[in-house]
């Protein structure tokens, strides 16, 4: 069958020609089944043309579609980072950045410690980096580790960056092993330390930055500033140094921690080991904890084993209670010893404290009529009734806790430490001159 208009080619040999000549073509390049009509330019232009046709189309629809397609294409990046590896969705976001891509944060050259922790995303990454301020924008971090191809290149550990490095300047960093950890030291304190034997410790066996005088100083005198950071400082009356609240145990810490830095170690783990569990304990029961302390300092310079702690607490309870003959004397012999090592302290330089014998006994017969300084009265317990001005060392958490629970139902009025640690307590004074002949035999 034939359709108009199709122009077929004749059957017949001639006819054959004569079409072939109306084509355009030589009749006697024909072979039979051989024949391929020429390649001509028509084609390759007609590419040419869809396809710019089809950039102003896609260009036109960009320009009255933009903002919601640069929406859709932020949106898409947000829940999947990796879309950006596909080139519309990159080219939106790259031209979205604009100078975030390349320039700083800012101008500040001030070191930031970063951290990248193991299995951190490269959103999470991008999102920390911005919010500690090394990023004007979390996707400049993105667009260029995904578009890379780098994500599995980033490295975990800690990194000393600037705010001045550009994101490729970071990227780059990433892909480096992170900065060689820190050196750090161990510093081990022995329970029931006085301030100053901790400043002598510091001097003899610290091979550390800390300076013992400016601890000394912040310890004795705690600024505003360190007041205002830990809000159980409140227990501790205003112009009071921290005797009492700096704790024992060991200590890790970096070899360049700062005087300063060592103090809040000290009071982070004493908040973390006594504050947080004792304070709102004595302030159920309607009690001074700054008392509670110092109770405890003393009973933590007398108790060698804690099935005792409570009992000497309670001795010393009973005491302020006025039990011992209607007074409130602690008759307390640390006390005394305190304020004889303070007075000795003074007269020496700072830098000869590591040789000096803290705690050791006055020499004299009786601590009764033992002479203070005006200053120091209130240690001399012998002498003034109640509770001396503040505590004399710092107690464990098991001794404030005995000074916050004393056993007083025995109304135990004294005791002598009788060898191995032990005491022996007595409710009278005749069996206490018993115990005290037995104890010395």
């Known amino acids: 069958m034939t359709v108009q208009g199709r122009g077929r080619l004749p ?61 859709f294409a932020r949106d898409m990046v947000e829940d999947n980072p990796q879309a950006m590896r596909f080139g519309l969705f990159g080219d939106i976001i790259r031209e979205e950045l604009g100078d975030d891509l390349e320039e700083p944060a800012s101008s500040d050259a001030t070191p930031v410690e970063f951290v990248v922790a193991e299995g951190a995303t490269v959103s999470r990454i991008g999102r920390d980096l911005e919010e500690q301020g090394l990023l004007s924008n979390e996707l400049a971090f993105q667009y260029l580790v995904i578009t890379r191809n780098v994500e599995s290149d980033l490295q975990t550990g800690t990194f000393t960056l600037t705010p001045t490095m550009t994101p490729e300047d970071i990227v780059e960093r990433l892909q480096r092993p992170p900065d060689p950890p820190p050196a750090r030291i161990t510093v081990a304190l022995r329970e029931g330390l006085r301030i100053e034997q901790i400043v002598a410790q510091l001097q003899d066996s610290l091979p550390a930055e800390i300076d013992p005088q400016e601890f000394y100083a912040l310890v004795s005198e705690p600024s505003e500033e360190l007041r205002a950071g830990y809000e159980w400082m409140s227990v501790i009356p205003a112009g009071r140094s921290l005797e009492g609240f700096l ?13 300063e830095g060592f103090v809040r170690i000290l009071l982070d783990d004493w908040e973390r080991s006594v504050g947080d569990i004792y304070i709102p304990q004595a302030t159920e029961a309607g009690r001074d904890f700054y ?59 700072l830098g000869e404290w590591p040789a000096f014998a803290f705690w050791g006994l006055i020499g004299v017969a009786s601590l009764n009529d033992f002479a203070v300084p005006e200053e120091l009265q209130g240690y001399q317990t012998y002498q003034t009734q109640g509770l001396p001005p503040g505590p004399i060392a710092s107690p464990t958490a098991r001794t404030v806790e005995a000074a916050l629970n004393p056993e007083t139902e025995t109304d135990l009025l004294f005791f002598v430490a009788c060898g191995e640690g032990t005491h022996r307590f007595a409710t009278g004074l005749d069996e206490h001159n018993t115990n005290v002949a037995e104890c010395r035999e």
């Open 11 to 71: 059957r017949n040999g001639s006819d054959r020609r004569r079409s072939a000549r109306a084509y355009g073509v030589d009749p006697s390049g024909i072979r039979s089944g051989s024949y391929r009509p020429p390649r001509r330019g028509g084609t390759w232009k007609g590419v040419v043309l869809i396809a710019v046709l089809a950039g102003i189309v896609l260009g036109g629809a960009f320009l009255f579609a933009g903002p919601a397609l640069r929406g």
């Open 247 to 259: 704790g024992s145990g060991v200590f890790e810490m970096d070899a360049d921690t700062s005087a």
């Open 291 to 349: 008392e509670i302390v110092t109770i405890g300092s003393i009973v933590e310079k007398e108790a060698v084993l804690d099935e005792e702690r409570a009992r000497i607490a309670g001795v010393y309870q009973n005491r302020l209670d006025g039990k011992l003959n209607g007074n409130r004397l602690l008759n307390a012999d640390p006390t005394v010893i305190y304020a004889n090592d303070t007075v000795r302290l003074a007269e020496m330089e």
